[in-house]
């Protein structure tokens, strides 16, 4: 089954969420979990950007982003060259919470698939599905953060559920066995690095875990659903984005 018009729908509702907003200060839009954006994704990688062109294409203005993978996640490979058109609304305007992606940066992207009868292609849910690295000095590790500060990540999942999943899979790959002690203390383990990464950075390795697990369930935004948040209104994030025109 075609995720095409799933996509379009809650895109264009993104987008239109967040055009309404842009005379505000801050720009809002439906929000979406991580579980939702890995489901809705075509590919998602680590990658370097080489090079932002404003291009007028037969669809429309657009950026073109072409960026080297650094790291593959689902869909891709190391080394590979992936490039994409992301709508404009003109030659010297963004749209509101579309991802801005700077050259020889480095982010981690929830690729989409391409619009139904267009070109154009982008994130996921726009800026909830780019993170942009950011190096901890002290560290040198890498986290990642994106547009909306992660607020979206865990929004609306069963986090529990999506630990034990997380602990079961390892240990079959690993071929080990674990107590019931041993098992619930990974599963809370877990879950804490998920509740610290949905309020700020997550490490590279984390995401690819989190989101590999994800891609292996059918349904598993359904899955991981808090049975009080499947009924719920959508929420509205909101980033700090102030301006949409190009200087």
Do not use: C
């Amino acid at each position: 089954m075609s995720l095409q018009p799933k996509f379009l729908k809650m895109a264009m509702a993104a987008i239109a969420v967040a055009v309404i907003a842009s005379v505000a200060v801050a720009t809002s839009m439906v929000r979406v979990n991580l579980a939702q954006i890995v489901e809705n994704s075509e590919k998602s990688f680590l990658a370097t950007v080489q090079s932002v062109e404003v291009v007028n294409t037969a669809d429309g203005w657009a950026e073109k982003v072409s960026v080297v993978v650094d790291e593959p996640i689902y869909g891709t490979s190391a080394g590979e060259t992936v490039v994409w058109f992301q709508a404009r609304s003109g030659e010297a305007f963004r749209f509101p919470g579309m991802p801005d992606f700077h050259v020889d940066e480095q982010y981690a992207v929830f690729l989409s698939r391409k619009g139904l009868g267009t070109n154009f292609q982008a994130p996921f849910a726009l800026g909830q599905a780019a993170f942009r690295a950011h190096r901890v000095k002290k560290t040198g590790e890498v986290i990642l953060v994106n547009e909306f500060r992660n607020e979206n990540l865990f929004a609306g999942l069963d986090t529990k559920a999506l630990a034990e999943e997380i602990v079961s899979q390892d240990a079959q790959q690993r071929g080990v066995s674990m107590s019931k002690e041993e098992r619930v203390e990974k599963v809370q383990q877990e879950q804490s690095k998920m509740m610290s990464a949905g309020g700020g950075g997550v490490s590279v390795g984390q995401l690819r875990e989190l989101a590999t697990t994800i891609k292996s369930i059918d349904n598993a935004a359904t899955r991981f659903a808090l049975p009080t948040d499947q009924a719920a209104k959508p929420m509205i994030m909101t980033t700090d984005e102030e301006a949409h025109h190009d200087h």
